[in-house]
């Protein structure tokens, strides 16, 4: 399938942080047909390998599968549902947009706030408060908890959209976009016998605390490990520190970031003529890569970062140009190295 049906597929099934069971499920599928051993471990992170047949050390590529959103904390009289965030949400994109309520069933429910009309001096010009919105299913109190329970996530509507032939508009491309990527990469891997063993993790609860990440990399204990996750793209109002969608792979450098690993990564794109951009990060990249560096031993980390625009939205954009040149990068690479070992020096 294409990079662009896997996302979509990966898309329509929720995957809020500390619920991602039923995804890992289909990515485990996804990703078994590329490799030798795959499972599932008990935070719910998908941990696959495939083997060399003469490793020389270890490889492991990583992105998250968890999504932001939210959590219902109360179910009023009328039957409106109250709820908190899950992950960074920003309250002033909620009002009006339309939600699925994961209970007993899946509702749709939408985000109500007061009209204009009703609105007192001085509201017009305030964000409503999260605590104060609230999800309408169109069902009275007794109807609503039939289904629903304080504690069922809710997520943004899966509606997936091409806003021209190369950008794509969905949620929660943080990060799966990232994790179809990867299984691109795989993809374009399976008849290759790499130098090393090559390990793959869809990681969880990215989101709350990098938790999936931390606790698969220590398992794993790879040579050198590779994170992908997005970076801010290039709005009208958010120039400085980001990157216009369509101009490449993003390589991050600073603290976080293993220098001869990430140098011989440049090395290889500017061999292959591939477009990339440098960002430059003074101490936490507030990706996995942070915990991956200083899980067991330290592990040697590299972070590629695809731009995206309106981040943690209901309609994050992403070119899918950036996206296949990421996947290429990592490609070119890997078979580049006679060793693992090789990557660091």
């Known amino acids: 399938m294409s990079l662009k049906a896997n996302l979509k597929k ?3 099934i929720q ?10 499920k289909e990515v485990k599928t996804l990703f078994e047909k590329y490799t030798d051993d795959i499972k599932i471990d008990p935070l719910q992170s ?3 390998v495939k083997k060399s047949k003469n490793p020389k050390g270890s490889v492991m590529l990583e992105a998250h599968i968890d999504e932001i959103g939210l959590m219902v904390t109360k179910i009023d009289d009328d039957g409106f549902l109250y709820f908190t965030s899950v992950g960074g949400i920003d309250a002033r994109i909620l009002p009006a947009n339309r939600v699925k309520v994961h209970g007993k069933k899946v509702l749709t429910g939408i985000i109500g706030a007061k009209p204009p009309h009703l609105l007192q001096e001085g509201e017009m010009s305030k964000t409503i408060p999260m ?3 609230f999800i309408d299913v169109g069902l009275n109190k007794k109807e609503c908890e ?3 329970s304080v504690g069922d996530v809710v997520t943004f509507y899966p509606d997936f959209k091409i806003l021209s032939k190369d950008y794509i508009a969905t949620k929660s491309q943080d990060d799966k976009m990232s994790v179809a990527i ?3 990469v795989l993809e374009k891997l399976k008849d290759t016998n790499l130098n090393f063993d090559l390990y793959v993790v869809l990681s969880s609860q990215e989101e ?3 938790r999936g990440a931390k606790c698969a990399a220590y398992s794993v204990d790879p040579t050198f490990a590779i994170a992908i996750d997005v970076c801010h793209a290039t709005t009208p109002d958010a120039k400085e520190g980001t990157f216009k969608a369509g101009s490449g792979t993003v390589i991050t450098k600073g603290p976080n970031l293993h220098k001869n690993l990430t140098n011989n990564i440049i090395k290889v794109l500017d061999k292959n003529k591939i477009k990339y951009n440098i960002e430059a990060f003074g101490g936490q990249t507030g990706t996995d890569a942070w915990v991956i560096q200083t899980s067991k031993n330290a592990i040697p980390v590299a972070l590629f970062s695809i731009p995206l625009k309106y981040m943690h939205t209901p309609y994050e954009v992403v070119n899918i140009k950036d996206a296949n040149m990421t996947s290429k990068a990592i490609v070119k690479f890997l078979t580049s190295l006679e060793s693992a070992g090789d990557a660091l020096c």
């Open 10 to 12: 990966l898309i329509e």
């Open 15 to 24: 995957s809020v942080s500390g619920f991602e069971a039923d995804l890992g």
């Open 46 to 48: 998908v941990i696959g």
């Open 131 to 133: 605590d104060k919105l």
């Open 146 to 148: 039939k289904v629903v």
């Open 182 to 184: 990867l299984l691109d």
């Open 208 to 210: 709350v605390g990098l």
